[in-house]
């Protein structure tokens, strides 16, 4: 059910020109056209926006979504735009609300380790800010060196370090929303416990901002360990490499993050990068451990036993990664896009003791839907990335069509395992569908009842996560 | 302004014994002053329900529900009503829904480390079943060994190891929920990390009953450190004791504990048990700090470094505690209701930066209402329980109304400083006005229409929390 808006007119036009200024007002073609995909390299998918509309403070964003409700025209919040669900492309045009702007850390608070951000700060500086002073901004999504902070929060972004410190929601004590009935709003507190109200600020991270615009968000900083190895261990089946997370949980080593990649994406990223991996001719398969510590002592008792049990598992060797493998891990999302622009990544996320049972189907997947995949993992926190690549150069509605029946295939298989469709990158407009068809009616109704209180209008990023009509 | 509900009627009683059996609905005097209250001493609070049903399974519940939707009566939701913000008093009348005869754990996987809890179970029953295998499961109220774990999450209950571990919120995968129209919805599920939809887990924990009834619980379960130790380190005035924290947490320590108990406190529960401690006759407090380790190595270092710390803050003296200190700390509830039935729990929080500003502001309060008041708290998180004692055996109608004067003038200074009314304990009925005037109207709006939106008729808990008439 398509949702019902109005075109931008002139007159709301300038009335957004009266809230922001002239020169963040912007309908030239070219700006229309940069906004109409985000990460998203399938033109299936773009849609261009009526305005690109740029505030500079969390009252001028509050002001321009009480426009939106005033001549009905749907707003997409964006900051980044580095997103791989879609969520910041305007599906029913209208505005897109580009946060960018507003990009200061307005506090920086050393001793009592906390953050106050703009939304538009980029988290690879508040990761570096904080390690100035000695501290650890602990979200580290791969994307951390463009991505921003309130889009981290708002798609609960995971990455490397999710192991050990959780996911973006976990970094955050309070955030500045604007709902979207143009109410300020601040949601949760600097505070380590409260019983008081409903929780707001995880109702908010992670809604893909379909509840509201996060314009400031409070991030906990921690002690920065001082001690931290890398140890790559070598497996040469999936099934040795998927059983060792759990034993590392489960024996207090408490790693920071537990990295796999299979030997068909070593070897596709080695290609790309002219580099030579150890065992990756002989057909094996990387699992990437880190471990912090407060000493040396620990850290050292902590690699001795990491290596024991590798070995215990089936590793046929174990050594020390330098800065090549982060290289490796990093540049692995461009060593895929140099096979086609348009690439999946999938992220669904089981339960860790289900890896081996998902894993073992995509092989026949592959076949089904002639894909050539490679997988890398965040094997710690159960959220796989299977990626299907582009490699026989279909066309964006070929390639959209098979994506989808790969979908249909895959995601009931997750769910079965107790699963999810998405551990990291949210639902978006890209698999709106899919999140309909997989998820149980009464957790559809709760959503559509909360979204529906909170935005009678449908203005604030619909045709994302779920549709109201 | 008050909720209408329909009184329940002979109809409604045939209907509850035909969902649960006839000897799960009590409508016997006994029964229904027994539900009148849950741990609160004082009658002004007390009021009686019609009728007290005891479901079998998660289905009975939704079929209960269902009823009161069709009457119009209201329900009250209750496990084992050892809350202390008047959570489990129905002030309409109408249903307790009392949930102890689901009591079991339905599983328990040691392998993957989580439980399924139904919502009667225990709190204490579960950290004994997990501590078998070596497991830890970390909500730990003071509570543990009366109250239940679908309490602990409806609460989003506190205790003593939230400083490592969290609140009860943080051990949580997933709940089994009746919502207030019936549905029975799975909210979250048994991942490490998710981007898939609401995070409507973390919605209904800490919503006191507002939002649905709890059923069943998947709690995350840890690796039992196998060394910890106890310290007490002895201060003499509150602002050297309250500046430690900080420093132990920027230091890496990762303690699990850090409870302070003021000497008055000591004094009270000493006479109480009959105890003699060091120190406390020379007018000093108490800092006692849990720190846990997976090696003997860590925990000896961090031993070291904890006792330099305290000193450089000016501890006068450190020794391990043995179980004198934990008894001290888990009796002195009841050494305070020893002093009258009616006392009053205060548990505000503040950032830990703002522990002295609070605190040095308690004398004034003290001296302005004429109230003795002992002081313990969770300064590792910033909670803090000012006890006010009825020393003066004023009647329940005085004692109310002192203690709302006096939370009048508290909480906004709470407020002022960053701080929100309660830690762990909740708004229930007790702080229901004091929420709202203490609430910006912008989060109001937001908890108002959420509970609106999934309670239409306002059948579920209504009275605590927010009003919504």
Redesign the interface.
């Known amino acids: 059910m398509a949702a019902q808006f109005n075109p931008v007119t002139p007159e709301l036009l300038a009335e957004l020109r009266q809230v922001v200024g002239d020169k963040y007002v912007k309908t030239d073609e070219d700006y229309l056209e940069r906004y109409q995909t985000d990460e998203e390299g399938n033109s299936h998918y773009f849609h261009k926006p009526e305005v690109v509309v740029f505030p500079g403070s969390t009252e001028e964003v509050a002001a321009i979504v009480k426009l939106a409700n005033k001549y009905l025209v749907p707003i997409t919040p964006r900051s980044a735009g580095s997103g791989v669900a879609c969520g910041a492309i305007p599906v029913y045009h209208g505005m897109v609300v580009e946060l960018e702007r507003m990009n200061q850390i307005l506090k920086f608070d050393a001793?009592?380790?906390y953050a106050v951000c703009q939304t538009g700060v980029i988290t690879g500086d508040l990761q570096r800010e904080a390690a100035k002073h000695g501290l650890l901004y602990a979200g580290d999504p791969s994307s951390a060196d463009s991505s921003m902070i309130g889009g981290n929060v708002a798609?609960?972004?995971?990455g490397n370090k999710?192991?050990k410190y959780?996911?973006t929601?976990h970094q955050i004590y309070s955030l500045k929303v604007v709902?979207p009935t143009g109410?300020?709003?601040?949601?949760g507190?600097?505070?380590?416990?409260?019983?008081?109200?409903?929780?707001?600020e995880?109702?908010f991270?992670?809604?893909e901002g379909t509840?509201g615009i996060i314009t400031e968000v409070t991030v906990k900083l921690r002690?920065m360990?001082p001690y931290a190895f890398n140890m790559v261990c070598v497996f040469k089946t999936d099934e040795e490499a998927f059983a060792l997370p759990?034993k590392i949980?489960?024996?207090?080593?408490?790693p920071t993050s537990i990295e796999f990649m299979d030997n068909e994406a070593l070897r596709m990223t080695c290609k790309f990068l002219d580099m030579k991996m150890p065992h990756v001719d002989e057909g094996c398969d990387y699992v990437i451990v880190t471990v912090e510590s407060?000493?040396e002592?620990?850290s050292d008792?902590k690699m001795e036993q990491l290596c024991d049990l590798a070995e215990a598992n089936g590793s046929i060797d174990e050594f020390e990664a330098d800065k090549r493998i982060w290289t490796l891990r990093k540049q692995f999302a461009e060593a895929a896009r140099d096979v086609d622009k348009m690439f999946q990544t999938e992220?669904f996320?089981?339960?860790?003791?289900k890896i081996p049972e998902i894993t073992k189907q995509i092989p026949e997947l592959r076949e089904k839907y002639d894909l050539y995949c490679v997988t890398v993992a965040?094997i710690?926190?159960?959220?796989i990335h299977v990626l299907p690549l582009n490699a026989k150069g279909l066309s964006p509605e070929e390639w959209f069509q098979k994506i989808k029946a790969f979908h249909r295939d895959l995601f009931p298989r997750v769910y079965a395992l107790?699963?999810?469709?998405?551990?990291?990158?949210?639902?978006g407009y890209k698999k709106l569908e899919e999140?309909a068809l997989c998820?149980?009616q009464?957790?559809l109704?709760?959503?559509k009842?909360?979204k529906?209180?909170?935005d009678p209008n449908n203005i604030m990023n619909p045709g994302k996560?779920v549709e109201i009509g």
Do not use: W, Y
């Open positions: 001793d009592n380790m798609n609960n972004a995971g999710a192991v959780g996911t929601r709902t109410d300020i709003l601040d949601a507190a600097r505070l380590k416990k409260s019983s008081t109200g409903l929780c707001l995880q109702l991270a992670g809604s509840l002690p360990p759990n949980l489960k024996a207090g080593i408490d407060f000493s002592d620990d008792r992220d996320v089981v339960p860790l003791d965040h710690g926190d159960g959220n107790g699963g999810k469709m998405s551990g990291e990158h949210g639902i999140f998820t149980p009464a957790e109704n709760v959503i009842a909360i529906k209180a909170l996560l």
